[in-house]
């Protein structure tokens, strides 16, 4: 079992190029999320699905578009990078909340540079 | 809305000792509640989480954690450190919303284990 896996690991941008974060689940999970997490400010929401065909915003979700291509993949695009969005980026998932509690579990990361 | 407080960023102890770490958190409700632990480079794993019942919750590693409601508490504890405890831990609280569960996570706190 793979778990959440995330794609690329690691990745330099210069301003205003764009990419696509991708991540997916082998858990069957109904819910996946977007964070970033910078230092001293814990991970921040950025975007959410709740279900298949579902996405809405978080606490930060400005410069980031989502979608939600089937039930295991959850991808972040920036459309337009900045250094201010310079940050590891994790992607989770959870179970229906009836099944677990809506536990998220994490991928391993992606670390994005943007100069 | 939801937010928690880590009030320790940095904690130190020595291997053997025994830790606590603390979290406050503010939610209307009965609130869902996660720790979570990071490892340098790493994606966050699940140590323990309590959703209602028993108010002291086991968790993995040995950890423990105690919901206390009159005090808005969840504090993590350890009766015996070990030096691969050294990590980043997070306190999270979950609010179940149309069928997702989004997470509000503390800032962190950084553990160091003296050998």
């Known amino acids: 079992n793979a778990g959440v896996t995330q794609t690329p690991k690691f990745q330099v941008l210069k301003t205003g190029q764009s990419m696509t974060l991708q991540c997916a689940q082998d858990?069957?999970?109904?819910?996946m999320y977007w964070y970033r997490q910078d230092p001293g400010m814990g991970l921040r929401l950025i975007y959410y699905?709740?279900?298949?065909?579902?996405?809405d915003k978080g606490e930060v979700p400005n410069g980031y578009n989502v979608s939600r291509l089937n039930k295991r993949e959850f991808s972040l695009r920036l459309e337009s990078a900045a250094p201010s969005q310079t940050s590891v980026y994790f992607c989770?998932?959870?179970?229906?909340?009836?099944?677990?509690?809506?536990?998220?579990?994490f991928g391993p990361g992606t670390r994005l540079l943007v100069l | 809305a939801q937010s928690v407080t880590q009030p320790d960023i940095h904690i130190t102890v020595s291997e053997g000792a025994s830790l606590e770490l603390r979290c406050n958190y503010s939610y209307g409700a009965t609130p869902y509640l996660f720790w979570y632990v990071q490892s340098p480079g790493q994606g966050l794993q699940l140590l323990l989480k309590y959703f209602s019942g028993d108010t002291l919750v086991q968790g993995i590693k040995g950890f423990e954690a105690e919901f206390k409601r009159s005090q808005s508490s969840f504090n993590l504890r350890k009766p015996s450190v070990h030096w691969s405890d050294a990590a980043e831990y997070f306190c999270?609280?979950?609010?179940?919303?149309?069928?997702?569960?989004?997470?509000?996570f503390g800032t962190g706190t950084q553990l160091k284990v003296e050998l």
């Open positions: 989770a998932s959870s179970p229906a909340p009836t099944s677990g509690g809506g536990t998220q579990y």
């Open positions: 699905s709740a279900s298949e065909g579902t996405t």
């Open positions: 858990m069957n999970h109904n819910s």
């Open positions: 999270a609280v979950g609010a179940i919303t149309g069928g997702g569960n989004k997470l509000t």
